[in-house]
């Protein structure tokens, strides 16, 4: 992808990563981001991972506590009744629920 981009020219502009901050320790993302770097653009930390562990989404749904959660995303919507105190509906995939 690189050399893709090298030859692209590109110039004046914003990177946005999204990406865990530590992968930018890694070399071949070294490489990446420095050719940005070099092209004149700012580089953006916006980290989106959707991951969590379940002590951190209990204490958010603790936070927030939601009249309902529905698991999304997950291998593992069954064990969920057992893990928040909140009200857990379990959808099949493409099921809708209007809210």
């Given at each position: ?6 030859s692209m020219n590109?110039?004046n ?6 990406m865990w901050?530590g992968?930018?320790n890694?070399?071949?993302?070294q490489k990446?981001i420095?050719?940005f770097l070099n092209?004149?653009?700012?580089v953006?930390?916006i980290?989106?991972s959707?991951?969590?562990?379940v ?5 958010y749904?603790n ?11 997950t291998n593992n919507?069954?064990?969920?009744k057992?893990i928040?105190d ?7 995939d493409?099921q809708?629920?209007?809210?």
């Amino acid at each position: 992808m690189v050399n893709d981009l090298k030859s692209m020219n590109i110039k004046n502009g914003n990177l946005i990563y999204s990406m865990w901050s530590g992968y930018k320790n890694q070399p071949k993302t070294q490489k990446f981001i420095d050719l940005f770097l070099n092209n004149n653009f700012k580089v953006i930390d916006i980290h989106t991972s959707g991951h969590a562990d379940v002590e951190t989404l209990k204490e958010y749904a603790n936070a927030i506590n939601p009249k309902t959660i529905i698991p999304i995303h997950t291998n593992n919507k069954k064990d969920y009744k057992s893990i928040f105190d909140q009200t857990i509906l379990e959808l099949e995939d493409n099921q809708t629920y209007k809210i």
